[in-house]
């Protein structure tokens, strides 16, 4: 039998872990806006229009007609930064094959422009929209957990979505033309 202490014990864990299962209900009703659908795979990409560091704004269908890997990352993200270097070895490799990486930065603007200065990549980075809906929300990073990737194919169809860091073998499969996922 339990202490009378024990049960006060086991009764506030309960209440804890109840309270948590609610907020984390409630965080995932809050990142799930009703004016907008998640992508999936098989989905045609939105015609997001988003700026770059200088504040040109560019079209996700500016990029039709090739393979893109659009990956979401942060300054402060440490696997974000960490897979950066393997992105630009792969935007070097597949470039002129048709494939191009896309990043979309979901930090202040400044950060990017700080991180890249210190750290350049030969790949387009562009600036997400941070508040609700985020850009990454609407290509599919439901959780809005970073690094977050989606492959889409030439015809701006959704070929793949990782949460996490992608492998170098992962990234030479999705940005290899010849490759069908």
Known sequence: MLSR?????????V????????????????????????????DLRPNLV??????????LSDFRGKRVLINFWASWCVPCLAEMPALNAEQRKF???GGIVLGIAMDEPSRVRAFLTAHPVDYPILIGRIDAPSTSLRLGDADEVLPFSVLLGEDGRVLAI????LSPSDLATWLSQATAL
């Open 50 to 59: 988003l700026p770059d560091l200088d504040g040109k704004q560019h079209s």
């Open 95 to 97: 470039g002129d094959q």
């Open 15 to 42: 209440l804890a872990a109840a309270g948590g299962g609610w907020l984390e209900h409630q965080s995932r009703t809050a990142h799930s806006s009703n004016q907008v659908q998640a992508l999936n795979v098989g």
């Open 5 to 13: 202490d024990n049960l006060l014990i086991v009764g506030l864990a």
């Open 162 to 165: 990782r949460r996490g860091p």
